[in-house]
């Protein structure tokens, strides 16, 4: 239906397993397989989510490795935090990551508007090697980057990210009224999940009537 409907790219996640949560590898790889099967007119980015898994190094790289085998395009990797501990060092877990991203795997960060980060994160980032960063929010209440930050904080921080010659991309319980502000910010994409489902509703099924009216739009 994602495709039918003019989606650019099929994002892979199961959403009963939390703000990224993963789908078996085995599940990866066949809508993988599903789409190259399309043809190379037809076919979509697709991305991938390691899970919401805690910032241990070795862990991310293990499950990075494992989901580049099912050859979807683009990894995300979530830069949890825990709240009440103060500024965490992200540092190990990219310089885990560095030589994967440096080989040429599209490894994408996941910020979350919830989290505060170290100022330096963004450039180490960058100096790692990877496609890019995202922006979404980590608790799924119906809440965007519009009710932590104005658009102004947002196109700055797309400015800082995009000086790395990082690819940024806003997401988080975004729907067709926010395309305009999103747009505003100049990403290089949007992502709807809940947007573009029955009644809002980021566990329900698919609505082809919310992703033709967004994609209408874009």
């Known amino acids: 239906m994602a495709l ?6 099929i994002d892979l996640k199961d959403p009963v397993q939390g703000a990224l949560g993963a789908l078996p590898l085995e599940v990866v790889t066949e809508v993988v397989a599903f789409i190259h099967a399309k043809g190379p007119s037809a076919r979509r980015l697709t991305s991938a989510t390691v899970g919401d898994l805690p910032m241990q190094p070795e862990l991310l790289r293990e499950r ?6 099912t050859k979807a395009d683009i990894i995300k990797i979530g830069f949890f935090a825990d ?6 060092d992200y540092q190990p877990c990219i310089d885990a990551l560095m030589p994967i991203a440096r080989s040429g795997a599209k490894l994408v960060a996941v910020l979350f508007a919830e989290y505060e980060y170290p100022s330096t994160v963004i450039s180490a980032i960058g100096n790692a090697g990877f496609y890019g960063v995202m922006l979404d929010t980590a608790e799924k209440n119906g809440n965007t980057f519009l009710d932590y930050f104005s658009v102004d904080e947002i196109k700055a921080f797309a400015e800082r990210v995009q000086a790395q010659g990082l690819l940024f991309g806003l997401a988080g319980s975004l729907n067709l009224q926010h395309v305009a502000s999103a747009s505003e910010i100049a990403p290089d ?7 573009v489902c029955m009644e809002h509703q980021r566990k ?4 082809s009537g919310k992703i033709r009216a967004i994609r209408r739009i874009m």
Do not use: K, P, T
Not at 4 to 9: E, P, S
Not at 83 to 88: M, R
Not at 189 to 195: L, N, P, Q, T, V
């Open 4 to 9: 039918q409907c003019g989606a650019d790219i």
């Open 64 to 69: 990075v490795l494992a989901l580049l085998q």
């Open 83 to 88: 709240l009440s501990a103060g500024l965490a």
């Open 189 to 195: 994409y949007i992502g709807f999940r809940g947007g």
């Open 204 to 207: 329900s099924a698919l609505d």
